[in-house]
């Protein structure tokens, strides 16, 4: 009997290509979620990074704030998108590399089940032997 995991593989081989997008589309948004409560923290470390105006010279949320609204093109009052869009920066690369980093997951999920499915119909198509008993399917 096969394991769960060459189970699943054959299973989502046969499935419909919309599922599989929704898997790559899951995959992102989820990576977006993470990027949302990610987007302090990289602010903070682009302010470290010299990133801003005062970059290098605040820590705590200033640094978070500083940071942010750096790579949301500056503050609002100077015509950037501020801290929403360094947190949409933020947000949209790791939602970009999590539907990337589930697409070739799937991908690699699909073809394996494919070859798993195909070894599995040739093994059952060959009639075997063992001490004069024949076993076919």
Do not use: C
């Not at 704030?65 to 933020?90: F, K, N």
């Amino acid at each position: 009997m096969a394991t769960w995991m060459v189970q699943f593989k054959e299973w989502y081989s046969q499935q419909h290509p919309a599922v599989k997008v929704l898997v790559v589309v899951g995959g992102g948004a989820v990576a977006v979620g993470f990027g949302i409560v990610a987007a302090p923290a990289v602010g903070a470390v682009a302010s470290a990074a010299g990133l801003g105006v005062a970059g290098g010279t605040l820590s705590g949320a200033a640094a978070s704030s500083a940071g942010l609204a750096a790579l949301g093109g500056g503050s609002i009052a100077s015509g950037g998108l501020g801290m929403v869009g360094g947190t949409a920066v933020v947000a949209s690369v790791t939602g970009a590399a999590g539907a990337g980093a589930a697409s070739y997951a799937s991908l690699q999920t699909d073809r394996e089940g494919a070859r798993l499915d195909s070894l599995g119909r040739q093994a059952r198509a060959q009639r075997v032997e063992n001490d004069g008993v024949r076993f076919e399917s």
